[in-house]
């Protein structure tokens, strides 16, 4: 992409799978120092680790387990970054739970909201949107410090967010996006932007139900992505390229590698306030 993401450190909520490994192997290849997190899955964390190490070598990588919805836990895991690399550069918030956590068989039963378990609901909206909160709340001020920085938010497509059924995972979403407009607007003149990132379709992971890599599994438009759709679009918002582009939804689907990186950007971006398509 360009050498400005060599040498900074991102921390990659739920890095250890799908999306976030996508990503997070992504900053790797183009010199960035990464912390990966789950609250679960360590052993996804360290096969993500051994391939991280591949590429940029033994210190490239840090695996740290830690709940995004528990601030406590994310405090532990930022100080932990700060004690190994002294400092934080790019946060991307990407740790999610999926509809499969109110009904593994949600597409078909399309559970309705007085029907979801209170422990499901809590769950998903306490990863999906105070996990954002909480490490964002952390990461901010460290970012300020050193006068530049970059917030990433993970989000889904506007029809699955307003997809019947589709509760809460889908109103954790329009939250997180709002969430990123009031964000982007809080961090106007401080170098540091708040941005969304979204896939634009099903991709193969574990939040699809069935196996990952059956690939008879697909969204609702019929699509299935690979996870490396979020590469490029990842690669652009962490690097300096993207200085000033801030409060902005990029949709990874649209991004094309056959033109230049400046065009790739404005034709996959949207400002959130007006993007009523994606
Ligand atoms: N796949 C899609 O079609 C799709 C489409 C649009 C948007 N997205 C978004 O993409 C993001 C990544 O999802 P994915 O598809 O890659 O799903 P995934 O394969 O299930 O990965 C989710 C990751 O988040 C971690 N995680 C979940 N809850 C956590 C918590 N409370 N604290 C820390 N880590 C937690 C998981 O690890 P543990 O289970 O070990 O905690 C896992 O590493 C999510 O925000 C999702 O909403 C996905």
Same mark, same amino acid.
């Given at each position: 992409?360009?050498?400005?993401?060599?040498?900074?450190?991102?921390?990659?909520?739920?890095?250890?799978?799908?999306?976030?490994?996508?990503?997070?192997?992504?900053?790797?290849?183009?010199?960035?120092?990464?912390?990966?997190?789950?609250?679960?899955?360590?052993?996804?964390?360290?096969?993500?680790?051994?391939?991280?190490?591949?590429?940029?070598?033994?210190?490239?990588?840090?695996?740290?387990?830690?709940?995004? #919805?528990? &601030?406590?836990?994310? !405090?532990? $895991? *930022? @100080?932990?970054?700060?004690?190994?690399?002294?400092?934080?550069?790019?946060?991307?918030?990407?740790?999610?739970?999926?509809?499969?956590?109110?009904?593994?068989?949600?597409?078909?039963?399309?559970?309705?909201?007085?029907?979801?378990?209170?422990?499901?609901?809590?769950?998903?909206?306490?990863?999906?949107?105070?996990?954002?909160?909480?490490?964002?709340?952390?990461?901010?001020?460290?970012?300020?410090?050193?006068?530049?920085?970059?917030?990433?938010?993970?989000?889904?497509?506007?029809?699955?967010?307003?997809?019947?059924?589709? #509760?809460? &995972?889908?109103?954790? !979403?329009? $939250? *997180? @996006?709002?969430?990123?407009?009031?964000?982007?607007?809080?961090?106007?003149?401080?170098?540091?932007?708040?941005?969304?990132?979204?896939?634009?379709?099903?991709?193969?992971?574990?939040?699809?139900?069935?196996?990952?890599?059956?690939?008879?599994?697909?969204?609702?438009?019929?699509?299935?992505?690979?996870?490396?759709?979020?590469?490029?679009?990842?690669?652009?918002?962490?690097?300096?390229?993207?200085?000033?582009?801030?409060?902005?939804?990029?949709?990874?689907?649209?991004?094309?590698?056959?033109?230049?990186?400046?065009?790739?950007?404005?034709?996959?971006?949207?400002?959130?306030?007006?993007?009523?398509?994606?």
């Amino acid at each position: 992409m360009d050498d400005t993401i060599s040498g900074k450190v991102a921390v990659i909520t739920g890095g250890g799978r799908g999306l976030g490994k996508a990503m997070a192997l992504g900053l790797v290849s183009e010199g960035a120092k990464v912390a990966i997190t789950a609250s679960r899955e360590g052993q996804e964390l360290d096969q993500t680790a051994k391939e991280c190490k591949k590429i940029g070598g033994e210190d490239c990588v840090l695996t740290i387990q830690a709940d995004v #919805s528990d &601030y406590s836990k994310c !405090k532990v $895991a *930022v @100080e932990k970054v700060i004690s190994q690399w002294g400092s934080i550069n790019i946060l991307i918030n990407n740790a999610g739970r999926g509809m499969t956590y109110v009904d593994k068989d949600f597409v078909k039963n399309r559970p309705k909201l007085w029907d979801i378990q209170t422990e499901s609901w809590k769950m998903i909206v306490d990863t999906n949107l105070n996990g954002i909160f909480n490490m964002s709340k952390l990461t901010i001020p460290i970012m300020i410090k050193e006068g530049w920085g970059r917030i990433i938010n993970i989000s889904t497509s506007l029809m699955t967010m307003q997809r019947k059924g589709y #509760s809460p &995972y889908g109103s954790t !979403k329009w $939250a *997180v @996006e709002g969430l990123t407009c009031i964000l982007a607007q809080d961090l106007e003149e401080t170098n540091i932007t708040a941005n969304i990132l979204i896939p634009g379709g099903a991709t193969d992971t574990a939040m699809i139900p069935g196996d990952v890599g059956d690939k008879s599994r697909t969204g609702a438009d019929g699509n299935l992505f690979e996870p490396d759709i979020m590469v490029k679009p990842s690669q652009y918002l962490a690097s300096e390229l993207s200085d000033g582009k801030n409060g902005l939804r990029f949709v990874a689907k649209l991004w094309d590698n056959e033109i230049s990186i400046d065009e790739a950007a404005n034709n996959s971006s949207f400002d959130i306030k007006r993007n009523r398509t994606y």
